[in-house]
């Protein structure tokens, strides 16, 4: 099973901010790499997949990088609606699929 | 509009069953690999199961192997979870969930159902 690690697990930005978030593998998963968001009382949603590509809708503001075992999320310009947990998730070798912790941007 | 509806989940005590159901639509459901994924309260997110377009393959996550079983009738669009000896542990929303399609990207989830499982 491959573990996948966030980091950190709280971020603490303000509004306008550069907000940076790491999601580690335990082994390659090439660019087979998600990002999702979640709000409370929510459902996560899918920004990122293949490492890079936003899914539709997603604002340009997010953006991910990385391959093999370091990825990472970047919300250029933090706005209010951007607090949240962000889940990276792997799915090269599957099953399981496999989430990280989450980091929550506060 | 692609919508998953969830539905099933109450209260439960150990050992007992709960089947869980979604009902698909604004997509063509016999496509698609589904997935269940489940969050404990304040916690992260686990993957519980898939269960491929035409059912020919199905995976499970080694905590429910053996207790879960998962279905889909593409006929009437819909996905299905049967829980049978539920432990504590497994109290938590159950989301249903569609992957993209190329790959196991979770592109489209339903609003959960909660299950608690307590005596």
């Known amino acids: 099973e491959i573990v996948m690690t966030q980091s950190p697990a709280t971020l603490s930005v303000s509004p306008g901010e550069r907000a940076t978030l790491s999601c580690r593998a335990s082994q390659s998963v090439t660019t087979n790499l998600a990002w999702y968001q979640q709000k409370p009382g929510q459902a996560p949603r899918l920004l990122i997949y293949?490492?890079?590509s936003r899914a539709t809708g997603v604002p340009a503001r997010f953006s991910g990088s990385g391959s093999g075992t370091e990825f990472t999320l970047t919300i250029s310009s933090l706005q209010s609606e951007d607090f949240a947990i962000y889940y990276c998730q792997q799915y090269n070798n599957w099953p399981p699929l496999t989430f990280g912790g989450g980091t929550k941007v506060e | 509009e692609v919508q998953l509806v969830e539905s099933g989940g109450g209260l439960v005590r150990p050992g007992g069953s709960l089947r869980l159901s979604c009902a698909a639509s604004g997509f063509t459901f016999s496509t698609y690999t589904m997935h269940w994924v489940r969050q404990a309260p304040g916690k992260g997110l686990e993957w519980v199961s898939a269960?491929?377009?035409?059912?020919?393959?199905?995976y499970y996550a080694d905590s429910v192997q053996g207790r879960f079983t998962v279905s889909r009738d593409n006929a009437k669009k819909s996905l299905y979870l049967q829980m049978n000896s539920l432990r504590v542990e497994d109290t938590a929303v159950y989301f249903c969930?569609?992957?993209?399609?190329?790959?196991?990207?979770?592109?489209?989830w339903g609003q959960g159902t909660l299950v608690t499982v307590s005596s």
């Open positions: 293949g490492a890079s």
């Open positions: 269960i491929i377009d035409t059912s020919t393959y199905i």
């Open positions: 969930v569609r992957d993209r399609y190329f790959d196991a990207s979770l592109t489209t």
